[in-house]
T-cell receptor, first 113, second 115 residues
Framework: AQSVTQPDIHITVSEGASLELRCNYS??????LFWYVQSPGQGLQLLLK??????LVQGIKGFEAEFKRSQSSFNLRKPSVHWSDAAEYFC???????????FGKGTRLSVIA | NAGVMQNPRHLVRRRGQEARLRCSPM?????VYWYRQLPEEGLKFMVY????????ESGMPKERFSAEFPKEGPSILRIQQVVRGDSAAYFC?????????????FGNGTRLTVT
């Protein structure tokens, strides 16, 4: 079955430190890949997406993600975390066509001073 | 340009009552998706609608749940005879076309509590 796995439920980083959130997918073929962020009490906002081409994708708010086919991964990174980055982060995937997005369970990011 | 509007933000229902959740997509968007988020879980797809048509309802429970997106007015997710397990956040998303390179715009959700 198609699935998206985010191994880390909760991550805490210090402000200014680098960040990497993990995402693995299980699909027959390379799916379209997305990262969304959800602030408390809010809906989801798209950070970035990967369809094809360059495996390093730049997104909003200084985030980037790297697609690695050999590892079936699409990890999200940020070189220097800000306190306002504290939120829930969701990785999602879908095939082309009519299939809906499949989300991982999310990783909650806490930022400490 | 208003985003996706969902109302109410919070809804409390007693077991056995009906819950109606509304979603007004962004202007110009004719594709609507409903997702459910349980505590400590990611979003689970429920249903995908275009105006007056249900395109994919593979994620909808077989009983008590229904959705519509009429020609005029918001999309409605209806849950009849609610049970405690229906307590969750329900998110609506819209897009102008049915294509993955057209990102989904999410509303802020309706948090349903069944007492």
């Amino acid at each position: 079955a198609q699935s998206v796995t985010q191994p880390d439920i909760h991550i805490t980083v210090s402000e200014g430190a680098s960040l990497e959130l993990r995402c693995n997918y299980s699909y027959g073929a390379t799916p379209y890949l997305f990262w969304y962020v959800q602030s408390p009490g809010q809906g989801l906002q798209l950070l970035l997406k990967y369809f094809s081409g360059d495996t390093l994708v730049q997104g909003i708010k200084g985030f980037e993600a790297e697609f690695k086919r050999s590892q079936s991964s699409f990890n999200l990174r940020k070189p220097s975390v800000h306190w306002s980055d504290a939120a829930e982060y969701f990785c999602a995937a879908a095939h082309s066509g009519n299939t809906p997005l499949v989300f991982g369970k999310g990783t909650r990011l806490s930022v400490i001073a | 340009n208003a985003g996706v509007m969902q109302n109410p933000r919070h809804l409390v229902r007693r077991r056995g009552q009906e819950a109606r959740l509304r979603c007004s997509p962004m202007k110009g968007h004719s594709h609507v998706y409903w997702y459910r988020q349980l505590p400590e879980e990611g979003l689970k797809f429920m249903v995908y609608l275009q105006k007056e048509n249900i395109i994919d309802e593979s994620g909808m429970p077989k009983e008590r749940f229904s959705a519509e997106f009429p020609k005029e007015g918001p999309s409605i997710l209806r849950i009849q005879q609610v049970v405690r397990g229906d307590s969750a956040a329900y998110f609506c998303a819209s897009s102008p076309v049915q294509a993955l390179n057209s990102p989904l715009h999410f509303g802020n959700g309706t948090r349903l509590t069944v007492t």
